[in-house]
T-cell receptor, first 116, second 114 residues
Framework: DAGVTQSPTHLIKTRGQQVTLRCSPK?????VSWYQQALGQGPQFIFQ???????QRGNFPDRFSGHQFPNYSSELNVNALLLGDSALYLC???????????????FGPGTRLTVL | AQSVAQPEDQVNVAEGNPLTVKCTYS??????LFWYVQYPNRGLQFLLK??????LVKGSYGFEAEFNKSQTSFHLKKPSALVSDSALYFC????????????FGAGTTVTVRA
């Protein structure tokens, strides 16, 4: 069973450009969350998608947007890149539990974005 | 607002000695608490979680954590550390009232020397 996969693994962009990162959730998972991990820091929540809708959003500007597809995969788009957007972008998936018990999030290996 | 504090940037122990990584949290309601580990150039790997029930939670690779509501702490422990436990450890909290967001601490780098 494949875990959470992300592509690409590394990406180099210049300021002002736009970037799209992709995530495929673990089999059986329908919820996808995105996090930004700057060097030396813990992951920061960007947003979460469920049923193709953004369910919750963290403190990130509108330059950060996303999408979830019917097969539960997801994309993170960042417009007008800034130097400060350089980070490891992590995708995490989790299943919806009918019992209501919260399930842990499973993380992918991340995409390392460098903005020059 | 929910938050997590990991007061130690680094923890150094000898192989075979007990390992403790500290975590305190702040939430408005009852917390869900998690520990993750990150190896270089890798994503986060789930170790254990506290949802409800017993305050002592056992997880992967011999790790355990104790939930202490009065001290708002969730310290990670391992009775006998291995060199392979050397990694970056993150504590995370989810506020049940704020249902979906995970908030992480800044992380603690654990080094286990042979």
């Amino acid at each position: 069973d494949a875990g959470v996969t992300q592509s690409p693994t590394h990406l180099i962009k210049t300021r002002g450009q736009q970037v799209t990162l992709r995530c495929s959730p673990k089999s059986g998972h329908d919820t996808v969350s995105w996090y930004q991990q700057a060097l030396g820091q813990g992951p920061q929540f960007i947003f979460q998608y469920y049923e193709e809708e953004e369910r919750q959003r963290g403190n990130f500007p509108d330059r950060f947007s996303g999408h979830q597809f019917p097969n539960y995969s997801s994309e993170l788009n960042v417009n007008a890149l800034l130097l400060g957007d350089s980070a490891l972008y992590l995708c995490a998936s989790s299943p919806t539990s009918a019992s209501g018990i919260y399930n842990e999030q499973f993380f992918g290996p991340g995409t390392r974005l460098t903005v020059l | 607002a929910q938050s997590v504090a990991q007061p130690e940037d680094q923890v150094n122990v000898a192989e075979g000695n007990p390992l403790t990584v500290k975590c305190t949290y702040s939430v408005s309601g009852n917390p869900y608490l998690f520990w993750y580990v990150q190896y270089p150039n890798r994503g986060l790997q789930f170790l254990l979680k506290y949802i409800t029930g017993d305050n002592l939670v056992k997880g992967s690779y011999g790790f355990e954590a104790e939930f202490n509501k009065s001290q708002t702490s969730f310290h990670l422990k391992k009775p006998s550390a291995l060199v392979s436990d050397s990694a970056l450890y993150f504590c995370a909290v989810r506020d049940r009232a704020n249902d979906y967001k995970l908030s992480f601490g800044a992380g603690t780098t654990v080094t286990v020397r042979a």
